[in-house]
């Protein structure tokens, strides 16, 4: 994978925030809108993205690689978390800024830019290993991601029947049991899935135009945490499945996932709870920004 290659498809991702920034600036977006588009996401285009990840009508990998590939998701989840949980107390801020550093530093956006970013460095075979790498992420961010945002005192049991829980515990089943679904599943739950990347990338521009975006920059405590999500936990997770002698193509992935930005749908879940809307779409247009630079420097060095 060139620079320019990594470049070119996170301005693509860049675009959509802009796109969104000045719908905002044009009166087309903001308030309500923002709040139903979320709803949309989250609800209907979501849960379509993740079943269409394992129903696209092709054979997955044998049971066995799909297990020894969710260990690799737990190292890679677990490293997260302690990370997470250590970081905040350096960084400070208010409890809900504190959510937000730790679901930013839990939840990279390994779909939307890491599924293509992944095939570019390792090729079309690697987008299986990614899938069965992210399915774990779409039944934490839904469940735990909401009790970072919220907090204990605002999160609610019922949260975990959300369409997006649902559908991860139906891709999980599916992956496991290597279910042959038929492919024309996969292409309808893909049609209505494909808008989850735009729609997202709308709403995070347009929460940004009701920013400072000098703001943005002058935050010493965005710049810590951007260093430690596109940079430290690449680091780690390198380190450690080198000490674990995982296979060379999943140890890759699994770093490159690591290395990606913060997940946009962090940005809807704020909305959707009542998290820090601000802080989340700062930290995520600032982790998207630098990691046109990070993501090729990380590809160089641990790959």
């Not at 209907?44 to 696209?56: E, G, H, R, Y």
């Not at 970081?87 to 937000?100: D, F, S, W, Y």
Request: glycine fraction near 8%; charge should be neutral.
């Amino acid at each position: 994978m060139s620079f320019l290659d990594t470049f070119f498809e996170m301005l693509v991702i860049l675009f959509g925030i802009a796109a969104g920034y000045l719908a905002r600036r044009l009166g087309y977006l903001g308030g309500e809108t923002d709040q139903k588009l979320s709803k949309i996401i989250l609800n209907i285009t979501m849960p379509c993205l993740i079943i269409a990840s394992v129903t696209t009508g092709e054979t997955l990998p044998e049971a066995s690689k799909i297990l020894s590939t969710l260990k690799v998701a737990a190292v890679f989840y677990g490293v997260e978390m302690l990370v997470a949980v250590a970081a905040p107390r350096i960084l400070g801020g208010t409890e809900q800024q504190k959510g937000v550093w730790r679901y930013i530093l839990v939840f990279p956006n390994v779909a939307f830019i890491g599924y293509p970013v992944t095939v570019a460095v390792f090729g079309p075979e690697a987008l299986f290993y990614a899938v069965i790498l992210v399915l774990p992420f779409n039944l934490l961010a839904y469940s735990i991601g909401p009790l970072m945002l919220a907090g204990r005192a605002k999160f609610r049991w019922q949260q975990l029947a959300s369409p997006c829980i649902i559908a991860a515990v139906l891709a999980l089943v599916v992956a496991l049991c290597r279910l042959s679904l038929p492919a024309l599943v996969g292409e309808c739950a893909a049609f209505v899935g494909d808008l989850t990347t735009p729609l997202s990338l709308l709403v995070v521009g347009s929460l940004l135009a009701g920013l400072s975006v000098k703001q943005v920059f002058a935050s010493p405590r965005l710049w810590v945490l951007t260093a430690l999500r596109l940079l430290l936990l690449p680091a780690l997770l390198w380190v450690i499945l080198g000490w674990m002698q995982v296979e060379p193509l999943v140890a890759g992935i699994a770093v490159v996932l690591m290395a990606m930005p913060a997940a946009v749908n962090g940005a809807m879940l704020c909305m959707e709870y009542h998290g820090d809307t601000e802080c989340m779409a700062q930290g995520t247009f600032l982790t998207t920004l630098v990691s046109i630079l990070t993501i090729p420097v990380v590809a160089v060095l641990f790959l």
